[in-house]
């Protein structure tokens, strides 16, 4: 296979792998790993398609020989450490992602994981750290800004609103924006705001059990029994079985 087939052969694979047709994917892998064993991007590339596929065993294997081969790739060990942080190994995940920030101080997703993972180690002042230098690189990642507005919502740091605003500035069309801000204002209180955020959606057209749920939260912290009651109901309407929304009606009674 010449130098131009393999680059050909690459694009196909990711192609494919974006699409979610690992099967496809992993078979072009194989073939280029078949020419050239000691192909690093091949072995990165296929180990992110078994940890798609929650084969962390062959996962690992993989990006091991990806980073044997080039250990200055930075990208290698922050996926090989998200990696890591699947398989519960939370602080040997986070040695391999400060590792892939040694050799680029620059790369986001290496900042963003950090988040997520001292989020999950309960750390949380690193983790509002890293998700901040995060945004620092990429200020128009919904996720960061999102998941930063649910940690800081978590330790009553009122940024958590700056950051939800922008979370729906960079996805107007979608649900869990205006939702996680209108639970945020719920939480605070502040029960006439979340009913706009709520309403927005279902102006939207995008109504769901959660909404609907929320909506009756809103009107149940403004006194309005009759309204609260009518969303609960929405609620379980489109899902009979959604324990939240049947407790927040029988609590009505």
Known sequence: ?????????????????????????????????????????????????????????????????????????????????????SMGEHQLAVNSIKKSLKLDKKLFQSYYSLGIIYTDMNEHDKAVESYIKALEINNESSEAHNNLANLFSYLNNPEAEYHYKKTIELNSNEIYPRLNMSNYLIKNNKFEESLRHLQEILDMGLESKEVYNSLGVSYKGLNDDKNASKMFKKSLQIEPDFSLAQKNLDSLD
């Open 1 to 85: 296979m010449s130098k131009f087939l393999i680059k050909q052969a690459f694009a196909e694979a990711m192609d494919l792998h974006k699409q979610n047709r690992f099967d496809e994917a992993k078979v072009i892998y194989n073939k280029i790993l078949t020419v050239n064993d000691s192909e690093p991007n091949a072995h990165h590339l296929i180990s992110l398609v078994f940890m798609a596929e929650g084969d962390f065993v062959n996962a690992k294997k993989h990006i091991e020989v990806a980073i044997e081969k080039a250990p200055e790739q930075a990208v290698f060990h922050s996926n090989y450490g998200s990696l890591l942080h």
